[in-house]
C-alpha cells in the first residue's frame, strides 16, 4: 500500500529526514512516534507531495510525485491537528466536501456524491449527527466527523496529525477505536502522537523517528523502555498489567529526583 524508499527530506537547508526505507501494507492502524520537532509533520507532508524531497514514495503501486494533485488526493487524505470550519456548517455538509476532490472544476455534489457522504457517516456510526452543526458537537466527534470527510473522499491512506491532542480521555477513545476498526477494514491509517500508551494498545504498527532516521516494528518488540527513555530523554518503565484476562502493556514514567526540588 504504502512504500518507501531512500526519502531524503530537507527543510530550511537543514536535514530533517535521511534514509528512510519501509513498506506498510493495507489493513494497518500505524502510530508515528518521536520527539516535537523530530519531523513528523515533515514526513506527512512529503508523503502528501506538498514538500520538496528525494527519494520515492509509492502508494498503491504509485508513484506520488507523478500524481497530479487531484489523482493523489484520491489516494491519501490528511487530517491535520487543528481543523476549523463555519460554525453554520453541518456534519453532512462537512462530509460531503470530501467528495469534491472526484470532481471536475466548478462542479457541484450531486446526488452520487451525497449517498456517498451518508455511506461515510455510516461507516463512522455517526450518521445520527448529520444535521447537527460542526461548531456544536465534542471533540471527539468533530475528529470522527473529519475521518468521515476523509472516507467519502475515497482515500485508502489516512494521515492523522495528533488526532488526539486536545481531547479529553473519552474522546481520545472514541478516535482511537475507531482508527483501528477503519483499519480492519482494509484502510492505512497513520496516526502521529506523543502518547505511547496510545501507540502499545492500539497500533499494529510503529514508526519510531529518531535523529533523522526511522524504525518500524512492532509495538511489543519497539517499544521497550530502554528505547522510550532515550526517545524522550526520560526515564520510563513499560509495564505489563492483566486486564480481564488480557496482557496489556503501558508506559509509566519511573522515578527521576529533581535535584532543585529536592534541596529546598
Given at each position: 500500500m504504502l512504500r518507501v524508499t531512500n526519502l531524503n527530506v530537507h527543510y530550511a537547508q537543514k536535514l530533517v529526514l535521511q534514509q528512510l526505507n519501509f513498506t506498510l501494507p493495507a489493513g494497518q492502524s500505524v502510530c508515528l512516534l518521536g520527539q516535537n520537532g523530530a519531523g513528523k509533520t515533515t514526513f506527512?507532508?512529503?508523503?502528501?507531495?506538498?514538500?520538496?524531497?528525494?527519494?520515492?514514495?509509492?502508494?498503491?503501486?504509485?508513484?506520488?510525485?507523478?500524481?497530479?494533485?487531484?489523482?493523489?488526493?484520491?489516494?491519501?487524505?490528511?487530517?491535520?491537528?487543528?481543523?476549523?470550519?463555519?460554525?453554520?456548517?453541518?456534519?453532512?455538509?462537512?462530509?460531503?466536501?470530501?467528495?469534491?476532490?472526484n470532481l471536475k472544476p466548478f462542479q457541484?455534489?450531486?446526488?452520487?456524491?451525497?449517498?456517498?457522504?451518508?455511506?461515510?457517516?455510516?461507516?463512522?456510526?455517526?450518521?445520527?449527527l448529520q444535521h447537527d452543526y460542526f461548531g456544536e458537537i465534542s471533540g471527539g466527534e468533530q475528529q470522527l466527523v473529519t475521518v468521515a470527510r476523509s472516507v467519502a473522499q475515497n482515500s485508502r491512506v489516512i494521515l492523522m496529525d495528533e488526532p488526539?491532542?486536545?481531547?479529553?480521555?473519552?474522546?481520545?477513545?472514541?478516535?482511537?477505536?475507531m482508527a483501528r476498526e477503519l483499519a480492519r477494514q482494509g484502510f492505512l491509517i497513520i496516526q502521529s502522537t506523543h502518547e505511547p500508551n496510545h501507540a502499545l494498545n492500539y497500533a499494529d504498527q510503529i514508526l519510531l523517528l529518531e535523529k533523522q532516521r526511522m524504525t518500524v516494528g512492532k509495538p511489543d518488540k519497539l517499544l521497550t523502555s530502554q528505547r522510550l527513555s532515550r526517545l524522550y530523554h526520560y526515564p520510563v518503565k513499560v509495564v505489563t498489567v492483566n486486564v480481564d484476562g488480557q496482557q496489556k502493556r503501558f508506559c509509566i514514567a519511573a522515578r527521576k529526583e529533581l535535584k532543585h526540588v529536592a534541596n529546598l
Open positions: 506527512f507532508r512529503a508523503i502528501l507531495n506538498t514538500i520538496a524531497y528525494q527519494g520515492k514514495i509509492v502508494i498503491a503501486g504509485q508513484n506520488t510525485k507523478k500524481l497530479p494533485r487531484a489523482a493523489l488526493a484520491k489516494k491519501v487524505a490528511y487530517i491535520p491537528q487543528n481543523h476549523e470550519a463555519p460554525a453554520n456548517f453541518s456534519v453532512f455538509e462537512m462530509v460531503l466536501m470530501g467528495t469534491t476532490a457541484q455534489p450531486g446526488k452520487a456524491e451525497e449517498k456517498r457522504a451518508l455511506a461515510a457517516l455510516e461507516r463512522l456510526g455517526i450518521r445520527y488526539c491532542a486536545n481531547l479529553d480521555f473519552g474522546n481520545q477513545m472514541m478516535v482511537l477505536e
